[in-house]
């Protein structure tokens, strides 16, 4: 396994690259950060649209958000690889594709943490803002969304990590992330699949084993903090 | 300043305002007071439209509050309401929770709805908390800075809910003498509490409810030394001796 | 953009080839299931076990199954396992559907890990003073277990079970990587040979979405006839 690890190392972690598009491990990590991040101001948009008062805004989001939620992240991926060219006439390459796929797959997910975060502030808090005079929008920039977010961290923490596993399905279409350069390590060596393969599995256990115990963390510390300030205030 | 005509209101089938027609002078403290359950929170609440009333009307400083074309954002941020639970925004310090508003729903520039916020938690006696966190205070302080909150905004009308409930015994006084002095200072203020004291020193008239209505209406002397109403009388006995043999 | 028509999958090849990807599909679930649950509260029961070296165990299977993709787990399965295998079980297997194999092991696997956490939250959300009262109303242990703890426990399992019943469904389609003709894999071929990603896509998406609904359907009535009744 040593010498697999010294032929291979650079190949695994960025691919090609710089003789080559970037690929390996770099690349799965730049994809899941990106993913993560577009999906994001996505998922607050449609979270907030779940909520809202408005029937003709609330049903075609809800509908969205269910029918990408009982669909195989798959499928929302060969719909973006083989169905979007034929419509828009561009042809993406296989990053952009997982991207697209990736944004709208998370989004919809995200939307139901957005929307768990934002019920989860106390219903006195969005009176207050109104009783100010703040009106729903001015409620939810000013009061109801900065604690929702904040409430909603460590569950981002773990939607990170998911993006990293949702990553390994660009394989599927040729894109050069971690779980490709490993299948192609495997195909140049042929007789030792089962280091590859353990090698490959142990680097996404590092990675998101690490990202929930950040986020298990975060959890402790953002509850622990409020008891221990609650029991400050009581005692003063 | 305030006129209510056969208000009603419903939650679902439980009639919870029964035809409720009362008035508040410009100046007058106004106590509202009765047993749980009797729509004490609920009347203070249809006033600056936080729950909606489904028949009668409402009128505030002569304006029909559900008249159409009414700007209810702007309407809300001329009536101030403090809270049971005080609900500060706690991701703002004290000194922004004052001046959030100001600046956002009435245009005021930083620097000025800083001012303003300043002199309101000097007024409340907090001004060296002005940096602080609510999770930093006590219930005590987080209320006042609630009240200064709500008086950055500048309005004619101040609403309490049962503003001292949620305060342990020994913090009560200093809200309730914030509330004495706005009261002194010619603040038209209406306020649901249990504090009997606070009513009989410092209201202008009580109202007392029991199941949706105004049962009476009458000033502090009257109602504590002479109520009429039988159900007053009741409430007003289960307070002085809690612990008596019923019907006795 | 070709016209959209849907007739082109009701006769023929093409329709064969999807209604068998279907049907491997739901099999595959089916199979994955029955096989996971009893796996699940085994991994569960480790979890919580007083015995250190069985919670060890327990947690290395859960963590280490959960943090890696399911596609890699197909790939591991598919490639890796055989060298480990004995040449003539190796070729035994070849003879046989081992794309399908694999891909059972790895869905069976990867679903108890996330089933068995939901168990052993539903457990341990039952209050130990639940157990006291029975104790104190005379009930034995089993009694116990059986009269008060699991009826509630299994209030609490249940949704959250079907819930990952519902992402097992889903995750059927990863086993396109290795080759096993379900329901995505035959879409694509249905794409290939004939161009039309729509059609085909459409019957992939409308299927996944029908046994979905099925699924959240059983939760939403099952919660409805049981709900969780807290003290």
């Known amino acids: ?236 | 300043m305030i006129v209510l005509e056969q208000v009603n209101k419903w939650f679902g089938r439980y009639h919870a305002l029964v035809d409720v027609s009362e008035s508040v002078s410009k100046g007058e403290l106004v106590v509202i007071c009765g047993p749980s359950g009797s729509g004490k929170s609920t009347l203070l609440r249809i006033l600056n439209r936080l729950e909606d009333i489904q028949s009668g009307r409402i009128l505030i400083d002569g304006q029909d509050i559900y008249a159409p074309g009414l700007d209810l954002n702007r309407f809300r941020s001329y009536i101030g309401f403090v809270f049971q639970q005080f609900n500060l925004f706690p991701h703002l310090t004290a000194l922004e929770n004052c001046s959030l508003a100001p600046m956002r729903v009435h245009g005021l520039s930083r620097s000025a709805a800083t001012t303003r916020a300043m002199e309101l938690l000097e007024r409340v006696g907090l001004a060296d908390k002005a940096g602080a966190y609510p999770a930093e205070l006590s219930g005590g302080q987080q209320q006042r800075v609630a009240i200064a909150r709500a008086l950055a905004m500048q309005p004619p009308l101040m609403l309490f809910d049962e503003p001292t409930s949620a305060l342990d015994p020994e913090m009560v006084g200093e809200v309730l003498l914030v509330m004495r002095d706005l009261a002194h200072a010619g603040m038209t203020m209406v306020c649901v509490t249990h504090e009997m004291g606070f009513a009989r020193d410092v209201a202008d008239r009580i109202l007392f409810m029991d199941a949706g209505q105004v049962l009476e209406r009458a000033s502090p002397a009257e109602f504590f030394q002479r109520p009429q109403h039988p159900r007053a009388q009741q409430f007003l006995a289960d307070i002085r001796t809690p612990f008596a043999e019923k019907g006795i | 953009m070709p016209h959209f028509d849907l007739t082109l999958l009701l006769t023929g090849q093409y329709r064969d080839w999807l209604l068998a990807g279907l049907r491997l599909s739901l099999e595959l679930t089916a199979i994955a299931l029955v096989l996971a649950l009893p796996l699940a509260v085994a991994v569960a029961l480790m979890r919580l076990s007083p015995v250190r070296l069985l919670r060890a165990i327990g947690l290395s299977f859960v963590e280490g199954i959960r943090n890696v993709p399911l596609l890699v787990h197909m790939l591991f399965w598919y490639f890796g396992a055989p060298e480990l295998l004995p040449e003539s079980l190796r070729q035994r297997l070849n003879e046989g559907n081992f794309e399908a194999l694999s891909a059972i092991v790895a869905l069976t696997l990867y679903t108890a890990a996330y089933m068995s956490e939901d168990i052993r939250s539903g457990v341990r959300a039952i209050p130990t003073v639940q157990l006291e009262a029975g104790r104190a109303l005379g009930f034995g242990y089993l009694t116990n277990m059986r009269l008060i703890v699991l009826p509630q426990a299994l209030r609490i399992i249940v949704p959250p079970l079907i819930s990952q019943t519902l992402n097992l469904w889903k995750n059927t389609s990863i086993a396109t990587v290795i080759g096993v003709g379900e329901l995505m894999y035959q879409a694509a071929k249905v794409e290939t040979a004939s161009f039309r990603s729509a059609e085909a896509f459409s019957f992939a998406t409308i299927s996944y979405l029908s046994v979905s609904l099925i699924i959240t359907g059983i939760a939403a009535w099952y919660q409805h006839r049981h709900p969780l009744r807290t003290a």
């Open chain 1, 1 to 236: 396994m040593k010498e697999l690890i010294e032929r291979y190392w650079v190949y695994f972690l960025v691919g090609q690259y710089p003789h080559g598009p970037l690929g390996g491990l770099a690349l799965t990590l730049l994809l899941a950060a990106s993913g993560l991040l577009l999906a994001l101001p996505l998922g607050v948009l449609l979270g907030i649209a779940r909520l809202s008062a408005y029937r003709w805004l609330r049903w075609p989001v809800t509908a969205l958000v269910m029918t990408v939620r009982g669909t195989p992240l798959l499928m929302v991926v060969f719909w973006a690889y083989f169905f979007l060219p034929s419509v828009t006439g561009v042809r993406t390459n296989q990053f952009s594709t997982m991207l697209i796929a990736l944004v709208v797959f998370d989004g919809a997910y995200l939307a139901e943490i957005v929307r768990a975060g934002i019920l989860g502030v106390p219903k006195g808090q969005a009176e207050a803002a109104r009783s100010l005079g703040l009106g729903v929008p001015g409620a939810l920039r000013f009061v109801v969304l900065p604690q929702a977010l904040r409430s909603m961290l460590p569950s981002l923490v773990n939607q990170f990590a998911s993006s990293i596993k949702e990553t390994s399905l660009g394989y599927i279409i040729g894109l050069q992330e971690v779980s490709f350069i490993a299948s192609q390590i495997n195909n140049l060596e042929l007789t030792k699949p089962m280091p590859i393969y353990l090698m490959l599995a142990g680097t996404y256990f590092l990675l998101c084993f690490g990202l929930s115990r950040l986020a298990f963390w975060l959890d402790r510390s953002l509850g622990v903090a409020r008891v221990s300030r609650a029991a400050a205030v009581r005692a003063t």
